[in-house]
């Protein structure tokens, strides 16, 4: 851990990482087409911030970078349904399948999970199907029995495969009263172009910008582009409720990163390229699969609880990055201060503030050079 002096204690108070935020600058629906939202320019050697538009990211590029991207793709992970046999209300967010825990014949999901009832085992629920039958849960571990407080289900069928589920957008996006067109819309706009490998509860939105043009032209600078993957859950969007953000403890996410891609990394770092990290997400799979002192990523599926914030540990892995504008107080932005610098990014934040950038997963983009 890096030592603060004491004029730089403050970066480890959550209260640091509060900005104010007009509310119509959270974005609720994405630009079109993706590449033309706008783009930050941070530059961290100089301190400049200037203005353009994601299309024109490849300018800033060569063949001296290699850029990594997080191939993951959003389940339907939200369930709406009721408690059985009372009729209450129940949300859950599924998060990671757990076969380990399974029976023949049983589907078991660890995920969050909301109810006016005590979420203790034998709890049980239904949510409705397409056919007007309804898929049966039933809680195999309570919330207080994780640190995390988050719940096991266990199902007949599995609920990614019977068509009960709804892409869990962020809760500050409204689309209760949207038309049907607007949320199947959705399907498409809140994952990324390269999304493959499914897995995740929430989009690695820095992705959201990309889209074919853009990685063409990203190709014709000779710069590389490889895929990691992180499926993003808890650990990326759960807030933090401790002043001391030491204190917070990060759940769980898995991780792969294949063989080529490690050694990829490997040789492009000892060539002296550089390394640029396409969202938060991609920044902690590299930097959980780093070693400093050698200068070589390995390959592997894991799980990491990494948390980086200001004070705590560098990021060595990435060397640039593009990232979205994220909530006040979320580890994220503790993640971009820590790599940019705090005062820079306060600053960057500001600018952002003042010049109506949009805000969030449907907002608007940074990159810092």
Same mark, same amino acid.
């Given at each position: 851990?890096?030592?603060?002096?004491?004029?730089?204690? $403050?970066?480890?108070?959550?209260?640091?990482?509060?900005?104010?935020?007009?509310?119509?600058?959270?974005?609720?629906?994405?630009?079109? =087409?993706?590449?033309?939202?706008?783009?930050?320019?941070?530059?961290?050697?100089?301190?400049?911030?200037? $203005?353009?538009?994601?299309?024109?990211?490849?300018?800033?590029?060569?063949?001296?970078?290699?850029?990594?991207?997080?191939?993951?793709?959003?389940?339907?992970?939200?369930?709406?349904?009721?408690?059985?046999?009372?009729?209450?209300?129940?949300?859950?967010?599924?998060?990671?399948?757990?076969?380990?825990?399974?029976?023949?014949?049983?589907?078991?999901?660890?995920?969050?999970?909301?109810?006016?009832?005590?979420?203790?085992?034998?709890?049980?629920?239904?949510?409705?199907? =397409?056919?007007?039958?309804?898929?049966?849960?039933?809680?195999?571990?309570?919330?207080?029995?994780?640190?995390?407080?988050?719940?096991?289900?266990?199902?007949?069928?599995?609920?990614?495969?019977?068509?009960?589920?709804?892409?869990?957008?962020? $809760?500050?996006?409204?689309?209760?009263?949207?038309?049907?067109?607007?949320?199947?819309?959705?399907?498409?706009?809140?994952?990324? &172009?390269?999304?493959?490998? &499914?897995?995740?509860?929430?989009?690695?939105?820095?992705?959201?910008?990309?889209?074919?043009?853009?990685?063409?032209?990203? /190709?014709?600078?000779?710069?590389?582009?490889?895929?990691?993957?992180?499926?993003?859950?808890?650990?990326?969007?759960? =807030?933090?409720?401790?002043?001391?953000?030491?204190?917070?403890?990060?759940?769980?996410?898995?991780?792969?990163?294949?063989?080529?891609?490690?050694?990829?990394?490997?040789?492009?770092?000892?060539?002296?390229?550089?390394?640029?990290?396409?969202?938060?997400?991609?920044?902690?799979?590299?930097?959980? &699969?780093?070693?400093?002192?050698?200068?070589?990523? /390995?390959?592997?599926?894991?799980?990491?609880? &990494?948390?980086?914030?200001?004070?705590?540990?560098?990021?060595?892995?990435?060397?640039?990055?593009?990232?979205?504008?994220?909530?006040?107080?979320?580890?994220?932005?503790?993640?971009?201060?820590?790599?940019?610098?705090?005062?820079?990014?306060?600053?960057?934040?500001?600018?952002?503030?003042?010049?109506?950038?949009?805000?969030?997963?449907?907002?608007?983009?940074?990159?810092?050079?």
């Amino acid at each position: 851990m890096s030592p603060l002096s004491m004029s730089d204690s $403050h970066l480890r108070l959550l209260s640091s990482y509060d900005f104010e935020l007009p509310p119509e600058l959270i974005a609720q629906s994405p630009v079109v =087409p993706r590449d033309h939202s706008r783009l930050l320019v941070v530059d961290r050697a100089s301190g400049k911030i200037s $203005h353009r538009k994601f299309f024109e990211l490849p300018e800033f590029l060569d063949a001296n970078d290699l850029l990594v991207a997080n191939n993951t793709r959003v389940m339907r992970a939200r369930l709406l349904g009721t408690r059985e046999p009372t009729g209450g209300k129940i949300e859950m967010l599924l998060l990671q399948r757990r076969p380990e825990l399974e029976s023949p014949g049983d589907f078991c999901w660890e995920g969050a999970f909301h109810s006016a009832a005590r979420q203790t085992p034998g709890l049980l629920f239904s949510i409705p199907k =397409p056919d007007g039958t309804r898929l049966e849960g039933e809680l195999i571990r309570g919330a207080s029995d994780s640190a995390s407080g988050t719940v096991v289900a266990r199902f007949k069928v599995d609920p990614l495969l019977a068509d009960v589920g709804e892409l869990p957008l962020p $809760h500050y996006i409204e689309r209760k009263s949207a038309p049907a067109s607007v949320r199947e819309e959705d399907e498409r706009t809140y994952q990324t &172009i390269y999304a493959s490998k &499914i897995g995740s509860a929430a989009a690695p939105t820095a992705g959201l910008h990309f889209t074919t043009e853009v990685i063409g032209e990203i /190709a014709k600078r000779g710069a590389r582009w490889e895929e990691v993957t992180l499926h993003v859950g808890l650990g990326t969007f759960r =807030p933090v409720k401790t002043e001391e953000i030491e204190s917070h403890v990060m759940h769980e996410e898995r991780y792969a990163v294949s063989e080529k891609t490690a050694r990829s990394l490997t040789e492009h770092r000892a060539r002296g390229g550089r390394i640029l990290g396409v969202g938060t997400t991609s920044v902690r799979t590299l930097e959980s &699969i780093y070693d400093p002192g050698t200068r070589t990523y /390995a390959a592997g599926e894991r799980g990491t609880s &990494i948390f980086i914030y200001p004070g705590g540990r560098k990021i060595e892995a990435v060397d640039r990055l593009v990232t979205n504008f994220h909530l006040p107080k979320s580890t994220l932005l503790m993640l971009v201060s820590t790599f940019a610098g705090y005062d820079l990014m306060k600053e960057a934040y500001r600018v952002a503030v003042r010049e109506r950038y949009r805000f969030f997963s449907y907002g608007d983009a940074m990159v810092i050079l």
